[in-house]
């Protein structure tokens, strides 16, 4: 197969929050048609880095750095430029669909809409095409729904609704973020499949943001890891679940409760906190937590190929898959499992005198 061209290129992308840096020299390309997950624990700057390749940035917030699409920089672009592409070639969803749908405008008009503004369509032609996208979506009683408010909808419902609006003009880069956390469980994996197909059935390409590694592990073709609004490991993602580089990496793998588990087995997390964002650590981000953690960690290490292999880049200094460091670190495990121990125990002792 001949090497695809970058549908999205994005190179050194900041995000600022006033003056204080939240995502820090971001980058990482998609190809045509290619699905990449977008993991990392809360506040890594996930949602900041999809609204900035959308252009949706909230006042007081700023990027810098180059976001090529089709090797045309959306950085650069003025907002009448940036609308001609959203919602045609580039679109997004949210987690809430409350926040895409208008609630005062009837879901068929709203469907309608971008087949009128970027197709040219006229009030008959695109109320067919919306009534169409309703239905390949699976909206039930689809004609109805044309005529309903947002608020007479399920949330599945929405959540179809608002994939629709979307798609409805076959996109080139579709963002979903987190679309399924507010919906219960069994129409999470049907809005999941939907978005597989959809993008399949267009050859859309797809950032998939979310918390749930299963998902990663079943729908996308590569893993970007996100720690503190850095890139910290990206990868295929089957190379990424069999061979993880970065101690982060291997911290959440080993928090995904495992089939065998008991089943109310709490979820387990990482040791320890993000950092402080306004303070960051001067060096890795991640050095506080991190278990293989040594001197030369002070100094930022760069995102660079695994063993030569350019599919697969990691920002850490060690080797994790050396048996050696793998002792060191579980050594210091131990140590710091001991020192949390021993500060129980005095903490307990301290109480009990008191009484
Ligand atoms: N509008 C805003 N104003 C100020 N700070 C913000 C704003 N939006 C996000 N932040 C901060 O930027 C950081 C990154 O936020 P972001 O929403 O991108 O995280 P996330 O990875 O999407 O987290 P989650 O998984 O919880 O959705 C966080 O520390 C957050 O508090
Ligand atoms: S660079 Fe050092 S502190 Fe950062 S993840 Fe690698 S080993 Fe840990
Ligand atoms: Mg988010």
Known sequence: MPPQDDILKIEDLTVRVGAIEVVHH??????????????????????????????????GLSATGRVLYRDRDLLAMSERELCQLRGDRLAMVFQEPMTA?????KIGAQVAEPLRLHRN??????????????????????????????????GGQRQRAMIAMATACSPDLLIADEPTT???????????ELI????????????????????????????????????????PTDELFANPRHPYTLGLLSS???????????????????PDLVKPPTGCPFMPRCAFARAICRTM??????????????????????????????????????RMQAAIREAALQTSEEK
Not at 46 to 59: Q, S
Request: aromatic share 4%; proline share 5%; hydrophobic share 45%.
């Open 121 to 154: 369509m006229g009030a008959r032609e695109a109320h067919a095409a919306a009534l169409q996208a309703l239905e390949r979506v699976h909206v039930p009683a689809a004609a109805e729904k044309m005529l309903a408010y947002p608020h007479q909808l399920s």
């Open 196 to 235: 597989d197909g959809v993008a399949t059935d267009f050859g859309t390409a797809v950032i998939l943001i979310t918390h749930d590694l299963g998902v990663v592990a079943g729908m996308t073709d590569r893993v970007v890891v996100m720690y503190a609004g850095k890139v910290v490991e990206t990868a």
């Open 182 to 192: 507010a919906l219960d469980v069994t129409v999470q994996a049907q809005i999941l």
């Open 256 to 274: 995904v409760p495992r089939l065998d588990e008991e089943r109310h087995s709490q979820l387990r997390t990482i040791e320890g906190s993000p």
């Open 101 to 105: 749908l208008n609630p005062v405008m």
């Open 26 to 59: 971001l980058r990482f390309a998609l190809q045509a048609g290619q699905r990449t997950g977008l993991i990392g624990e809360s506040g890594s700057g996930k949602t900041l880095t999809a609204l900035a390749i959308m252009g949706l940035l909230a006042e």
């Open 301 to 338: 290490p760069p995102l660079d190929p695994v063993a030569s292999n350019a599919a697969h880049l990691k920002a850490c200094w060690v080797d994790v898959s050396d048996p050696k460091e793998q002792a060191y670190a579980e050594k210091r495990r131990q140590a710091r499992k001991e």
